[in-house]
Structure formats: structure tokens, C-alpha cells
């Protein structure tokens, strides 16, 4: 026991005096020369140079191109939001992630397909179309054609066929 404790205040009196044998002799000895700074240099610059001049990147104001108004922007966006500056969800009204194909039913008078929408399940039709006879298609979306054997549907939306498969 006393062997331990003899042995820690040896090496721990080791340890100090390392450190202190490592440490900088003179902390307050700092050579840096501030001659070697460069001046900022002076603009002098008329009212009129004022008025023309971007200060961050010395640009001259009458050469920059100004923003398109929010009208020119709306007018050119075709899918997602109608107003793409407005805050909230984006309502969208094309196929995408949102329509799941869940199965098929075949049977002697139609052809079913159980399909989800936008929060909606249920069954389309050869003759459903989007927004007139069912809310499970964006509006305009039309079935094209059900195959169960092959576990089909296509669907034209914007005069572009998609087909689903299972």
C-alpha cells in the first residue's frame, strides 16, 4: 500500500515537472511587425458617383437587370402551387407520389381498380375521369385502359400516358 501511494506522488511529481520544463519561457515576447499591414485606400466619390455605385461589389446601379414582378413569375409556372410565394401546403393536381395503385378487380360486367388519392381510396373505372365523375384522379386525368392479367392501368394526364403496374 505504502509502495501505490509512494509511486503516484513520484510519477505524478514527474508529470508536473515535464510540464513546466515544456511551457514558453516568455509569454509576453510577441513578434509581429504591423508595418507589413496594408492601408485601406480612399475613395473620393461626387454625389452623382453616389447614386450610381453598389457598394458591396462596385457594381454601377444602371447596369443591373431589375427583378421580374410577381405576375411574369405566376404566369410561367405550369405545376404544383398557383401562387408560388404563398405560404402553406402544396396542393398539387398532377399524378405523382400521392396516387397509389392498390390492387384490381376483375369481374363480368367492368374492370376495377382500388386506387388512393390525396388522402381518398376507393375504385375507378374505364370511364372514370378526374374532377368530373371521381375524386381519386387530378382533374382531367382519364383512364385510358385496365388490364388485370397483366396488372395495368394507363391513365392520360396532360396529353401524356402514364402507366401503373403491380
Do not use: H, W
Amino acid at each position: 500500500m505504502k509502495n501505490n501511494i509512494r509511486l503516484k506522488l513520484l510519477s505524478s511529481a514527474f508529470a508536473l515537472s515535464l510540464l513546466f520544463a515544456c511551457a514558453p519561457k516568455d509569454t509576453n515576447n510577441i513578434n509581429f511587425d504591423f508595418k507589413t499591414l496594408k492601408k485601406s485606400k480612399k475613395i473620393e466619390l461626387n454625389n452623382k458617383d453616389l447614386n450610381e455605385i453598389n457598394y458591396e461589389n462596385n457594381i454601377p446601379i444602371k447596369n443591373l437587370v431589375p427583378f421580374k414582378n410577381k405576375q411574369e413569375i405566376l404566369s410561367k409556372t405550369k405545376f404544383g402551387k398557383k401562387d408560388p410565394f404563398s405560404e402553406g401546403e402544396i396542393n398539387s393536381n398532377k399524378l405523382n407520389s400521392d396516387f397509389k395503385l392498390k390492387g384490381f378487380l376483375n369481374t363480368e360486367i367492368k374492370k376495377f381498380v382500388f386506387v388512393s388519392y390525396l388522402d381518398n381510396e376507393g375504385t375507378i373505372t374505364e370511364e372514370s375521369i378526374g374532377g368530373e365523375n371521381t375524386n381519386l384522379l387530378p382533374n382531367g386525368a382519364k383512364v385510358i385502359s385496365i388490364e388485370p392479367k397483366n396488372m395495368k392501368l394507363i391513365i392520360n394526364f396532360d396529353n401524356e400516358n402514364f402507366i401503373f403496374e403491380m
